[in-house]
């Protein structure tokens, strides 16, 4: 798989930290991870506009699956649990603020530049954490570890996508009404 490859996986465009979660992901009851290997750290990267400023190298690439695994403990476990991992992701960059003739700027800076995108990616949670918190969900489905921030308008959202797991759902429920009859 080459940086220029389709990326592989069922849902893709959430916000940064759940679309790391979404590098792991159920095809026919067996997981696939995208994080590999760099050549899908370069689809990851290239698909959320992080190739240009970071390179997919082996370095990257632990620190982001570190960071995936601190977010996983923080959205699927608790977040007593996955607090402290996810501080020790964020302890490798902070926000620098900046008053630029432009107005006031906020830039990222990361103590190894390595540590950029997984930093980013635990920042981002952050912020969907302060903005809306119980809008970060996981599927409904049973076999389904996709996450989404729903952002329907009234909130109640269920599935990662109603073509693959909403639809199996329905068919699901069709085929017990109609076994019952």
């Known amino acids: 798989m080459s940086a ?25 009851g067996v997981t696939q991870d995208l994080l590999t290997g760099t050549e899908g750290l370069a689809v990851w990267l290239a698909g959320n506009g992080l190739d240009g400023a970071h390179a997919a190298d082996a370095e990257v690439l632990r620190h982001l699956r570190e960071a995936r695994e601190a977010l996983w403990a923080a959205v699927d476990g608790s977040l007593a649990q996955g607090a402290p991992l996810v501080d020790a992701v964020l302890g490798h960059g902070r926000i620098r603020a900046r008053l630029t003739e432009n107005g006031v ?77």
């Open 105 to 181: 700027s906020e830039e990222p800076e990361f103590t190894d530049p390595s540590w950029g995108p997984a930093w980013l990616a635990a920042r981002d949670y952050l912020d969907l954490l302060t903005r809306a918190p119980d809008r970060i969900r996981r599927c409904a489905h049973e076999t389904c570890v996709l996450h989404f921030f729903d952002t329907s308008r009234n909130g109640t959202r269920r599935w990662c996508s109603m073509a693959a797991c909403g639809n199996r759902a329905k068919a699901s429920r069709h085929y017990a009404r109609s076994k019952d009859s």
């Open 4 to 28: 220029t490859a389709r990326d592989p996986r069922p849902l893709t465009g959430e916000p940064l930290a759940l679309d790391l979660l979404n590098t792991r992901w159920n095809k026919e």
